[in-house]
């Protein structure tokens, strides 16, 4: 089964261009309880290096692009995002990594609870001991 999971979301578009909203349990399958975004990333910056232990989130690229790798511990794929039309579902425990954020990318990322460290590994070593202990 792929680790890429899209959520599609209905662009209104009109002679003024297009909205996308964003609805908890409607186009988004969990409670917001936090957004949070990442920009003006410096040229060869990569980001992310870590999974979650519980956390379920939504990564929308609202502008520009960035390249999405997913790691599961067995198989790790990657995508790029570069729709604001479309969010990728990151749930379980997966290892994530952005690369190749363009000058203009905005990266919003939903998320099912407040910012903790603790539900964090930054180490993938601990992160693939983990995962095949899953
Ligand atoms: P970091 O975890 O390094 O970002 P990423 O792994 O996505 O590259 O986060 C950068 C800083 O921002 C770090 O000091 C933690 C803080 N932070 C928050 O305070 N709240 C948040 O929701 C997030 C995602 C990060």
Known sequence: MSLLT???FQSHGD???QLVALEE???VPFAIKRVYYIF???PQVSRGFHA???LRQVAVCVSGRCRMVLDNGKTREET???NPARGLLIEGLVWREMHDFSDDCVLMVLA???YNEQDYIRDYQ???AEALDA
């Open 25 to 27: 349990g409607r186009n």
């Open 52 to 54: 979650h232990r519980f």
């Open 80 to 82: 790029w995002l570069d």
């Open 112 to 114: 099912d609870a407040l």
């Open 40 to 42: 003006k990333t410096k």
């Open 6 to 8: 899209w959520v599609d």
């Open 126 to 128: 601990q992160f693939s």
């Open 15 to 17: 002679d003024r261009g």
